[in-house]
């Protein structure tokens, strides 16, 4: 079964311009995480998803930043606009509702924002 | 603020060594615990998950819980190169309907040939 799938895998652009991270959850799980690691912060969640449905984005670091999910299969998460210190490496995870503490994640999208 | 400490490390331990993983939390509320393993530039994966107080054994590996020392940590067995990688540990924040896990920085662990 293929895992959770993140596109782009590598992302540079310059400040201001506007960055789309996408996931693409586990067949069948119906909660979706996405994170952001950096060296000083280490791991840090930025909000959650239970079947479609923002369930706590409290981590949001702020409006710059946006999640969607318009369907059980696809999410995004937006920056606009973009500054340097947003650059981490932004992960999404999946899980089963009943299960949420057993988080699969996808492979990562190194960002970096000149 | 919920928090989860750990000694960033390095930590290095000779091949065929027991390498010891240390953690504390600050929510005391919290009932479930987690270790994930990351190599670089790598995702996390999960490799042991502990709910009660005591030790648990999964091969190699054995992660012990004090709840009352707000306290877990991991031991890994005839440690191998292939266990070099950072290791996070994850505890679940307390509170109704919460799903939230908060992570350590993590440790790094080089285990030497």
């Known amino acids: 079964d293929a895992g959770v799938i993140q596109s782009p895998r590598h992302e540079v652009t310059e400040m201001g311009q506007e960055v789309t991270l996408r996931c693409k959850p586990i067949s069948g799980h119906n909660s979706l995480f996405w994170y952001r690691q950096t060296m000083m912060r280490g791991l840090e969640l930025l909000i959650y998803f239970n079947n479609n449905v923002p369930i706590d984005d409290s981590g949001m670091p702020e409006d710059r930043f946006s999640a969607k999910m318009p369907n059980a299969s696809f999410s995004t998460l937006k920056i606009q606009p973009s500054e340097p210190r947003d650059s981490a490496v932004y992960f999404c995870?999946?899980?089963?509702?009943?299960?949420?503490?057993?988080?699969?994640f996808g492979p990562g999208t190194r960002l970096l924002v000149l | 603020q919920k928090e989860v400490e750990q000694n960033s490390g390095p930590l290095s331990v000779p091949e065929g060594a027991i390498a010891s993983l240390n953690c504390t939390y600050s929510d005391r509320g919290s009932q479930s615990f987690f270790w994930y393993r990351q190599y670089s530039g790598k995702s996390p994966e999960l490799i042991m998950s502990i709910y009660s107080n005591g030790d648990k054994e999964d091969g190699r590996f054995t992660a012990q819980l004090n709840k009352a020392s707000q306290y877990v940590s991991l031991l890994i067995r005839d440690s191998q190169p292939s266990d070099s990688a950072t290791y996070l540990c994850a505890v679940r924040n307390s509170g109704a309907g919460s799903y939230q896990l908060t992570f350590g920085k993590g440790t790094k662990l080089s285990v030497i040939p």
């Open positions: 995870a999946s899980s089963l509702v009943r299960s949420q503490e057993t988080q699969y």
